[in-house]
């Protein structure tokens, strides 16, 4: 098994490719080792010295570091672990929560712009922040201010700033006229 690694914007943050399906669908965030015993390679990644969150996409792993530890020592466990756990033959996730579509649901009278938000982040924006190794969601829709929750890569990122505002504040206030600020939340 070959594991290729890539960069993300984020410098406390690595994104791995093990060239095979890491979730069939949606994604699943470790930002901590708690709720990381749903998913065995979470489980294997925490125990790597240095590990401070993990994220799932659909052909990758994210893996966020503490601010000490170094990528030359960091990675060679991660891609040990990575590699021990699709030889092992179990799954990615276990028991517990699954991966989610990510979107929040929304209830109330802006149904159709939120509809149209959500459209927007999966054809334009969630595609190019998996390929840095992120992902991010809708959370809410108040008096035209959107609320996006940044997962993996992006969570933490020094750029994540300005790609929200600069971004995907423009992106939406471009089509959607009632959007007025996008603001990024914890959950």
Not at 24 to 51: M, Q
Request: proline residues 7%; negative net charge.
């Amino acid at each position: 098994m070959f594991i290729q690694t890539e960069s993300t914007p984020n410098p406390a943050t690595l994104k791995f490719l093990p060239g095979q399906t890491v979730l069939d669908t949606g994604t699943a965030d470790f930002p901590s080792s708690e709720g990381a015993s749903v998913s065995p390679l979470a489980t294997r990644l925490f125990a790597v010295n240095g590990v401070t969150g993990v994220f799932f996409g659909n052909d990758f792993v994210t893996v966020t570091k503490d601010a000490d530890a170094e990528w030359d020592h960091l990675k060679p466990a991660i891609l040990g672990a990575i590699m021990e756990h699709f030889q092992s033959g179990q799954p990615v996730m276990s028991g517990g929560p699954q991966a989610s579509s990510g979107h929040a649901d929304h209830d109330g009278p802006d149904n159709e712009i939120v509809f149209h938000i959500k459209e927007l982040l999966d054809t334009r924006v969630r595609p190019a922040v998996a390929q840095d190794g992120g992902d991010i969601t809708f959370h809410g829709f108040e008096r035209g201010v959107v609320y996006l929750h940044m997962q993996g890569a992006c969570a933490g990122c020094p750029s994540s700033t300005l790609t929200l505002k600069m971004g995907i504040e423009n992106l939406l206030r471009h089509y959607i006229p009632e959007v007025t600020e996008v603001r990024p939340v914890a959950v």
